[in-house]
């Protein structure tokens, strides 16, 4: 397996937090407005921006603009890549990194 950890540490940088994390969740169901995502927090608009564009920046959320508004979607293509990668580094594999370093 070919792996490219750098590629993937925005990812888990922003399943990191508590926030992002709830977001994802949020959007695992349908295309939410920044505003009624925002109506599920004690923060500003500012900060949902922030955190917003972790996520999009990380490839796990997909944003577009709706008039005054972003919408939002769970990019299911980068999730599964996401859940595939991580399932290739926790199984018990013949090229096991522990095998080809030095010990």
């Given at each position: 397996?070919?792996?490219?950890?750098?590629?993937?540490?925005p990812?888990?940088?922003?399943?990191?937090d508590?926030?992002?994390?709830?977001?994802?969740?949020?959007l695992?169901?349908?295309?939410?407005?920044?505003?009624h995502?925002?109506?599920?927090?004690?923060?500003?608009?500012?900060t949902?921006?922030?955190?917003?564009?972790?996520?999009?920046?990380?490839?796990?959320v997909?944003?577009?603009?709706?008039?005054?508004?972003?919408?939002?979607?769970l990019?299911?293509?980068?999730?599964?890549?996401?859940?595939?990668?991580?399932?290739?580094?926790?199984k018990?594999?013949s090229?096991?990194?522990?095998?080809?370093?030095?010990?």
């Amino acid at each position: 397996m070919n792996r490219s950890y750098a590629e993937y540490v925005p990812v888990f940088k922003a399943l990191s937090d508590e926030t992002r994390l709830k977001i994802i969740d949020m959007l695992s169901c349908e295309e939410m407005c920044a505003c009624h995502i925002l109506e599920e927090f004690s923060i500003s608009q500012s900060t949902l921006s922030y955190h917003m564009k972790i996520l999009s920046d990380s490839g796990l959320v997909n944003a577009r603009r709706d008039g005054a508004w972003m919408k939002y979607t769970l990019n299911e293509a980068r999730t599964e890549e996401v859940l595939l990668f991580y399932s290739n580094i926790i199984k018990k594999k013949s090229d096991c990194i522990c095998t080809c370093v030095s010990k």
